[in-house]
């Protein structure tokens, strides 16, 4: 059973440390789209979370009285709850959403932010995000917010308060993975704040490579939930994002293009003159 709340950063060797609070997990596990909340526990024990998503406007967490509640098989003593503006498409609608989380959570202020542009690809609407965050910083929020793979606009974010920033790697729920790591990595390269893959993970590769990018984490749902095995798919997750963390610690190899070089000595061959 998972107990990682407000773990101290020094009681850790590599943590994942978002608004002062720091994780010994990189992988961050949505809550939807599960058969039940059986499966939603077992699968996220399973992924090792310790930051758990929740739309807001999706998830009964204690807006619903007398219907189950997600905070039942995910008790905020276990895990940080990450509530989320999943479906919200003009800043008003996220901010106002975000506002109900705080009064649900008692005052809890580290939240997800994604304004969406349409219903159709979930692309995120830059100019409805930058002003929704704007608001939820100066009203005390800790903001991680989803967005665009755009570098100047993520360095907007960070600039204006946000605690994390997430770009999407590929659109929501589609499986495609990293499309643009160069974009990823010019993000990666500016930030002075957590940077994780948000969206478009499908399979344990993809998780990898993020890490392998320098990404601080990785935020999923879909591959997971929407797998055949899902406890078996989120176990995978879990070994990729430790995979990928200490292979960009180790630091990889430099590539060579037409330039093999043997892995073994070649001086002292038997029989060399």
Known sequence: MNQIVNQPIASLA???????????SRLLVGTGKYKDFGETRAAIDAAGAEIVTVAIRRMNIGQEPGQPS??????PDQFTILPNTAGCFTADDAVRTLRLARELLDDHRLVKLEVLGD??????NMPETLKAA??????????MVYCADDPIQARM???????????????IGSGMGILNPWNSQLIIEQAKVPVLVDAGVGTASDAAIAMELGCDGVLMNTAIAAAQDPIRMAGAMKKAVEAGRDAWLAGRMPKKFYSAVPSSPTGGLIGAK
């Open 134 to 143: 704007e608001t939820l910083v100066k009203e005390g929020f800790e903001v």
């Open 157 to 171: 974010l960070e600039d204006m308060g946000c605690v994390a920033i997430m770009p999407l790697a590929s659109l």
């Open 70 to 75: 997600l905070l039942e098989v995910l008790p």
């Open 119 to 124: 219903a159709k690809t979930l692309f995120p």
């Open 14 to 24: 590599d943590p994942l440390v978002i608004a002062g609070r720091a994780y010994a």
